[in-house]
T-cell receptor
């Protein structure tokens, strides 16, 4: 199984809502990532978890809160987002120093 | 600092024609090099990667890339393009033995004429 799954596929939320994005992999990878991708732009790294510990936070605003409950799951909790946070959110996983496997993404729209 | 340049924002080729997408990187040593493809609204799929060894790398879907250290380049090629190859292509570099970061180029959108 070389798949990273993400739910939901689409999400529309108001600026006062709280929602969560979910990512799952069963490849035994010890690193998991969140990326944000705006239209016609490359993915931008947000967070990296390594061995279930947060190892990289790319100065992401606190309205985005990552969580890694176990080695297979990665969540991104969203609260009080702004319209400019609308984007495709991609999850990825990898073994250390190896290629990253990407999920299909969650299309987020903030109204 | 690492950086990746994809000088072509758009490329249009006819179906059946050959393709070359350019990628230049800036890094103090030999980085890990990747080409990913992304269809609209989808995730990224790895086409090929270079870590070390043979500088001509074969990938999926008939793609290949050649690492040229002297030119700091990692260009992607395909001898005959299919309409289904129309997508966004990203070159990326990673630093061996250090962080998990991938630095992406800005991407090249490939359009295929029938």
């Amino acid at each position: 199984d070389t798949e990273v799954t993400q739910t939901p596929k689409h999400l529309v939320m108001g600026m006062t809502n709280k929602k969560s994005l979910k990512c799952e992999q069963h490849m035994g990878h010890r690193a998991m990532y969140w990326y944000k991708q705006k239209a016609k732009k490359p993915p931008e790294l947000m967070f990296v978890y390594s061995y279930e510990k947060l190892s990289i936070n790319e100065s992401v605003p606190s309205r985005f809160s990552p969580e890694c409950p176990n080695s297979s799951l990665l969540n991104l909790h969203l609260h009080a987002l702004q319209p400019e946070d609308s984007a495709l959110y991609l999850c990825a996983s990898s073994q250390p120093q190896d290629r990253q496997y990407f999920g299909p993404g969650t299309r987020l729209t903030v109204t | 600092a690492q950086s990746v340049t994809q000088p072509d924002i758009h490329i249009t080729v006819s179906e059946g024609a050959s393709l070359e997408l350019r990628c230049n990187y800036s890094y103090g040593a030999t980085p890990y090099l990747f080409w990913y493809v992304q269809s609209p609204g989808q995730g990224l799929q790895l086409l090929l990667k270079y870590f070390s060894g043979d500088t001509l790398v074969q990938g999926i879907k008939g793609f290949e890339a050649e690492f040229k250290r002297s030119q700091s380049s990692f260009n992607l090629r395909k001898p005959s393009v299919h309409w289904s190859d129309a997508a966004e292509y990203f070159c990326a570099v990673g630093a061996p033995h250090s962080s998990y970061k991938l630095i992406f180029g800005s991407g090249t959108r490939l359009l295929v004429r029938p």
